[in-house]
């Protein structure tokens, strides 16, 4: 990413922190609707899990200049995911809600140039999860 999308993206996540519940809900509600056979993946109660995705999306963000930081906590986030039965496809979901849901909060700010840095962020961070999922079983056998 450059400079420039990691300011953009740091900027608008600093918009959204405010309403940082409402997003995270705003998420699984698009999340669930874009595929209900994700829902019983997540507890009956997602109050907990909506605070987990806005530490884990404020603690990548804050390290966007230097992934080498938190590559390690992304693939581990990514081998748990593999543990929880998430594919590839599951990945391309949670992507289209991500990007909904910010369009839905950012309104007239989530244009071409945001929606590009945001899909670039989560691509980078989804591609490592994805890798670190396909290599967790090989790891455990």
């Given at each position: 990413?450059?400079?420039?999308?990691?300011?953009?993206?740091r900027?608008?996540?600093g918009?959204?922190?405010?309403s940082?519940?409402?997003?995270a809900?705003?998420?699984?509600d698009?999340l669930?609707?874009?595929?209900?056979?994700?829902?019983?993946?997540?507890?009956?109660?997602?109050?907990?899990?909506?605070?987990k995705?806005?530490?884990?999306l404020?603690?990548?963000?804050?390290?966007?200049?230097?992934l080498?930081?938190?590559i390690?906590?992304?693939?581990?986030l990514?081998?748990?995911?593999?543990?929880?039965?998430?594919?590839?496809?599951?990945?391309?979901?949670?992507?289209?809600?991500?990007?909904?849901?910010?369009g839905?909060?950012?309104?007239?700010?989530?244009?071409?140039?945001?929606?590009?840095?945001?899909?670039?962020?989560?691509?980078?961070?989804?591609?490592?999860?994805?890798e670190?999922?396909r290599?967790?079983?090989?790891?455990?056998?």
């Amino acid at each position: 990413m450059t400079p420039q999308q990691i300011a953009l993206v740091r900027q608008q996540f600093g918009l959204i922190a405010r309403s940082s519940d409402a997003f995270a809900a705003g998420f699984y509600d698009t999340l669930f609707t874009l595929d209900g056979t994700l829902r019983p993946m997540f507890p009956a109660d997602l109050s907990a899990q909506r605070g987990k995705l806005v530490k884990v999306l404020a603690h990548v963000i804050l390290s966007l200049h230097d992934l080498g930081a938190v590559i390690d906590d992304v693939r581990a986030l990514g081998a748990r995911h593999a543990s929880y039965g998430v594919t590839i496809t599951d990945y391309d979901t949670v992507g289209i809600a991500l990007l909904t849901t910010l369009g839905d909060h950012l309104g007239d700010r989530f244009d071409d140039e945001a929606q590009a840095a945001w899909a670039l962020c989560y691509g980078t961070l989804a591609d490592a999860m994805i890798e670190a999922g396909r290599q967790a079983p090989a790891a455990a056998a």
